[in-house]
């Protein structure tokens, strides 16, 4: 069993920063990819940022240049640091995971719980 568990969400004004965590842990062979989607009220979930294996990295709509994906291949963890944060940014943002479990060995997309994000003043 994997778990994938959100962490540094919260109310900021707008132009402020935020850094979310994600750590996944469990029982995992090996992770392919790990990144952020993010749903607002009404709204269907988005990509908003991806990190490979490899640290090939991908951004997606409007968070270009303002967001910042990193990786800890060592502890299965995943950062977005948020910059110039607009209330358009409000959401729930989930840590997402391409990987292989070591039980099974099956390859499957992993999920974290959530973790609320405001941008208003």
């Known amino acids: 069993q994997v778990q994938l568990v959100e962490s540094g969400g919260g109310l900021v004004q707008p132009g402020g920063s935020l850094r979310l965590s994600c750590a996944a842990s469990?029982?995992?062979?090996?992770?392919?990819?790990m990144g952020w989607y993010r749903q607002a009220p009404g709204k269907q979930r988005e990509l908003v940022a991806s990190?490979?294996?490899?640290?090939?990295?991908n951004y997606y709509g409007s968070v270009k240049g303002r967001f910042t994906i990193s990786r800890d291949n060592n502890n299965n963890t995943v950062y977005l640091q948020m910059y110039s944060l607009e209330p358009e940014d409000t959401a729930v943002y989930y840590c997402?995971?391409?990987?292989?479990?070591?039980?099974?060995?099956?390859?499957?997309?992993?999920w974290g719980q959530g973790t609320q994000v405001t941008v208003s003043s």
């Open positions: 469990g029982s995992i062979l090996s992770i392919y990819a």
């Open positions: 990190i490979t294996s490899g640290a090939t990295i």
């Open positions: 997402h995971a391409d990987l292989r479990e070591l039980r099974s060995g099956m390859r499957y997309d992993a």
